[in-house]
Each structure stands twice: as C-alpha cells, then as structure tokens.
C-alpha cells in the first residue's frame, strides 16, 4: 500500500495577501498586521454571504464541544464564520477539538485561528501548515526598510504618491510604535492631496521628532554653529536620522527665499507666499542678517547635503554638520 501524500506545506502569506479559506492561520505577534490580516478576511466572508454569521471564541477560555457547536450547519443556511483569538494560550480541549476539526473540514463553514506567537499548540500549527492551509504570517517589523515598506504599501493602496524622502522622514519621526506609524500615514492621506513631500511630513509631525530638525534649522540661520552641531548630535543620539534634519534645514532656508524675493514688491499677499503670516513675520526678522549671496550659498550648502545624505556620501551626519557650518558662515556675508 503506498504511503499517504501529504499535502505541500502551506507558505507564509503577508497580510495584504490573505484570502480567505475553510481554515486560515494568522500567526505572528505583531498585533497591526495581524488586525489588518483579520480584518481583510473578515471583509471577504461578508462579500462572499452579506448575511454571514460570525462567532469569536477565546482559545484561553474554551470548553470542550464550543468549535463543533459554532460550526454546525445553520438552520437558515447562512455561512459560518468562527474566529479563535489567542490560540497561544490554547486550552488542552480547544487543541483536541480543533485538531479532530482538520481531519474533516467543511465546506461552508471559514475557521480563521489568530496565533500571536510562542511554543503552545505547536501541534496545532503544524497540523495547519501541513494540511496546506493558508498561513498569514504577521512576525514583527523592526528594520526601518520594512516600515518603510508598510508606508509604501498604504499609500499605494490609497491610490497617492509619497516621495522617498518622506517615507523616510516619517519611518523616522513616528518611533518604534507601528500602529503610530501606520495612524500617521493614514492620516497624511486623508488630511493632504497630491504628493506627499518630506515637507509635508514635517508640517505634521516634526513634533513628534522633538522639532530637533526644526531647532537645528533655527540655530543654524541664527548663526549659532555651536548650538545647531550639538541639537544635531543629539538627534541623531536618540533616534532621529539626518533626512529629516535637512529637509527642515531646506524647508526653513525655502521660507527666507520666498520671503526675501518680495522685498521691494507691493501687493503680495501672504495666501500667494502659501505661508502662514506668522511665518512671513518671522522670516522677516530672520532676513535682517541674510544677504541674497548669503541665502544662496546656504541653500547650496543643503542641497549638497541632501545629495550626500541620500547615498553620494559616506557620512551623512558629518555632511549635514559641514552644511551647518556653511550655513552659519554664509548668515551675514
């Protein structure tokens, strides 16, 4: 008698490709993904049956017979839709139940385990994956490449563009926390049109960077060198990277520039400057020391640190410091 084929292990699916199935796994701890991934599924039972009915059952907290009770045929004929949170801390019954369930699936019932991680009910896992049930898998996202991605991948979605530098900006102004990053970009989409700039990050969320780009940006065309180096070398202490930094610097030295070109010209108004009058005001008192030569080579200053903190140079830090100090040495001149 030949042996009996297993069915190929099932692959690990990102949460943006789950598809709904008779048994599907979300496993992972990290808990954003994991509700998008639930989320995603739960939309396509009830586009499959608009009068699906859906029952949620704590793996921690389950009684034997509960999975076969909620997965029994509907009197009306609806679809079933049975969600177990917290199969990581599984009771002995709901394993046993849950692996007599996979040896006979049914066809009209959507069984979605959520696992958030660790070695309980490895059995069970195994048993999933084996029998190629889909797999979601939701590990955590801690390389600022994958944030970057998770940002990419929401604004695709909402239909918008977001240059690189602003992904990069936002990754970096929004911490560790993914829910935070992922509350900030869906924010940026529903509150902003066209594309998004890092500027348009730093309006939003400069704060949540401390305003340590802003103040290096302030010190440096105040002509502070020493203050805008040592605001700079603490922001990259605790965490802020150097893309942020100079797009403030760019976005401060933008704003001179817009306001300087209406010296000598009347009837300018600020909604033509697209500036807030408070900020004309202070850029006014700021030009008091800045001379067009000046300015310009300042704004010189940081493009070329712009070009080397994105790849040309081999220090990003010390290219904005030296822009710093192009800055501070222009005001005046």
């Given amino acids: ?44 039972a009830r586009e499959r049956d608009p009068q699906v009915e859906t029952t949620r059952l704590d793996a921690a907290a389950y009684e034997s017979g509960q999975l076969e009770m909620y997965a029994s045929p509907s009197l009306f004929g609806e679809r079933r839709c049975v969600v177990v949170d917290g199969a990581e801390a599984m009771t002995d019954a709901f394993l046993a139940d849950a692996l007599s369930y996979l040896e006979s699936v049914p066809d009209d019932v959507w069984l979605i385990v959520r696992h958030n991680g660790g070695a309980r009910g490895k059995k069970l896992l195994d048993a999933v994956a084996g029998g190629g049930h889909p797999v979601v898998v939701c590990d955590p996202v801690k390389r600022d490449a994958d944030k970057a991605d998770l940002v990419r991948g929401d604004f695709a979605r909402a239909r918008r563009r977001i240059e690189p530098d602003a992904v990069q900006a936002l990754v970096e102004a929004t911490g560790a926390d993914l829910r935070e990053l992922a509350a900030a970009t869906s924010q940026l989409i529903a509150d902003t049109s066209g594309t998004v700039t890092s500027e348009t990050v730093l309006r939003y969320h400069g704060g949540r960077v401390e305003a340590t780009g802003f103040a290096v940006a302030d010190a440096a065309v105040a002509g502070d060198a020493g203050q805008a ?25 933008r704003t001179l520039a817009k306001v300087a070109a209406t010296r000598g010209r009347s009837g300018v108004s600020v909604d033509e400057l697209g500036l807030a009058p408070w900020q004309v005001d202070r850029a006014r008192r700021e030009l008091n020391r800045w001379t067009p030569e000046g300015l310009a080579d300042a704004i010189t200053a940081v493009a070329a640190a712009d070009a080397e903190v994105k790849g040309l140079g081999r220090d990003p830090v010390f290219a904005v410091e030296r822009a710093i100090l192009r800055i501070t040495a222009a005001r005046g001149r």
């Fill in 229 to 253: 180096v040592t605001l700079l070398r603490h922001a990259v202490t605790t965490g802020t990277g150097p893309v942020p930094v100079v797009a403030a610097l760019a976005l401060k030295l």
């Fill in 1 to 44: 008698m030949p042996p009996t084929r297993r069915r190929p292990r099932s692959p690990g699916l990102t949460w943006d490709r789950a598809e709904l199935a008779p048994v599907v796994l979300v496993r992972g701890p990290e808990g954003l993904l994991a509700d998008r991934a639930l989320s995603r599924l739960l939309a396509q």
